[in-house]
Each structure stands twice: as C-alpha cells, then as structure tokens.
T-cell receptor
C-alpha cells in the first residue's frame, strides 16, 4: 500500500531533550516536506527536500533540522525542543521534485514539550 | 514574504446549500493551487487542484475557479452533505518553486 508513515504518533517530552520524528514513504517520491499545524495558523512549512542530500528552509525552520540521506526517509530533528514547538507535525511527499504537485501527507505526530 | 489569505475562517451551511471559500495569494509567480480537506483527527488530503493556465475546474460537486489578474482563487461546493464537514486549506506554489504556502484554513459545518 502506497503511504507516508511517521513515528512516533504522539510524544510528550521535556525542554531541551533532543528528539527525532521519523518520516518514510514507499512511493519513490522525489519531494518531501515537513509542516507544523497550529490552530488559526494553518499548515506552515518547516523544511523541504527536492532530492537526496538536497534540503532547504521553509517558512518556520528555526529550532529544527532535517536530513535526506535516502530517498524514502526524511527525519525531523529537534536538537533542543522548547514549549513553543508544541504542535501537530505532518510529513508529506510528492512525485515531482518541485512542490507543484499533489502532496501525500503522513498521519501526523502530536508533540508536547513541557 | 509570500502569503495566502483564506476566508472565511468558519462557515456554517444547511445541508443542500452551496459553500464558497476564497483565497488570495501574494506571489504572482504562483502557478499551482491545490485544495486540501482535513477531517477531524485525520491527515489533509487533496480534493482538487488547478494550474494557472486554467480558469476553472470541476469534479462532481466541487469546483475551483482562478483569477490570476486579481490573484484570487475559490473553492465551490454544491449540494453540501454532512460528510463535507471538515477543515479546508488552500495553498499556492510558485512556478519552478519548491515552497508551498497554505492558507489558515476554513472550518466548514454542514447542518443536517
């Protein structure tokens, strides 16, 4: 089944404790992206990747890191999480290396930083 | 920077009525305009999209119109049903670009 998966689905952590949210897709998609969703703000793009080893900042990259060592995986890293990073996070992938095509979203990761 | 404004933030309609959601974008280089539906507790899913070389696109009860001159695009849902209740997001992506800018979302309630 073609899909985007994220792990964990729920995470409660404390300020400053490094964490990684994994994202994997099995559709051989070139483009992958991370978004955060906050009430009243919609989906805001954190980072995106056009291909292996090629990543760039979205609108809200501060406090996040990403890597794209393999085509199928695009982990999101929070080196020192803070309470303002409490949010619902979605990973997405798209066939084209450009963003101008349908994006397939993962199930979401709800992160709480205390 | 680029932004997409979406209105209204909340929309309540009676079953069978039409619903219209409007978006305005700032980057004139945008050429791809998707609409995503997000049901409660679920992931966003594409319902329809339009490119800048097309003015209107329909798919059964949903349609999208684009006015590039005014930098507006709208989602139209006819004969609304309770299962249309969800949050709808518009988005814009520039030509040859990689960033996707989403609107803040519209929560649609369809009353039976």
């Amino acid at each position: 089944e073609a899909q985007v998966t994220q792990n964990p689905r729920y995470l409660i952590t404390v300020t400053g404790k490094k964490l990684t949210v994994t994202c994997s897709q099995n559709m051989n998609h070139e483009y992958m992206s991370w978004y955060r969703q906050d009430p009243g703000l919609g989906l805001r793009q954190i980072y995106y990747s056009m291909n292996v080893e090629v990543t760039d900042k979205g609108d809200v990259p501060e406090g996040y890191k990403v890597s794209r060592k393999e085509k199928r995986n695009f982990p999101l890293i929070l080196e020192s999480p803070s309470p303002n990073q409490t949010s619902l996070y979605f990973c997405a992938s798209s066939l084209s290396r450009q963003g101008a095509y349908e994006q397939y979203f993962g199930p979401g990761t709800r992160l709480t930083v205390t | 920077g680029e932004n997409v404004e979406q209105h209204p933030s909340t929309l309540s309609v009676q079953e069978g009525d039409s619903a219209v959601i409007k978006c305005t974008y700032s980057d004139s280089a945008s050429n791809y305009f998707p609409w995503y539906k997000q049901e409660l507790g679920k992931r966003p899913q594409l319902i329809i999209d339009i490119r800048s070389n097309v003015g209107e696109k329909k798919d059964q009860r949903i349609a999208v119109t684009l006015n590039k001159t005014a930098k507006h695009f709208s989602l139209h849902i006819t004969e609304t049903q309770p299962e249309d209740s969800a949050v709808y997001f518009c988005a814009a992506t520039p030509t040859g670009g990689f960033k996707t800018i989403f609107g803040a979302g519209t929560r649609l309630f369809v009353k039976a």
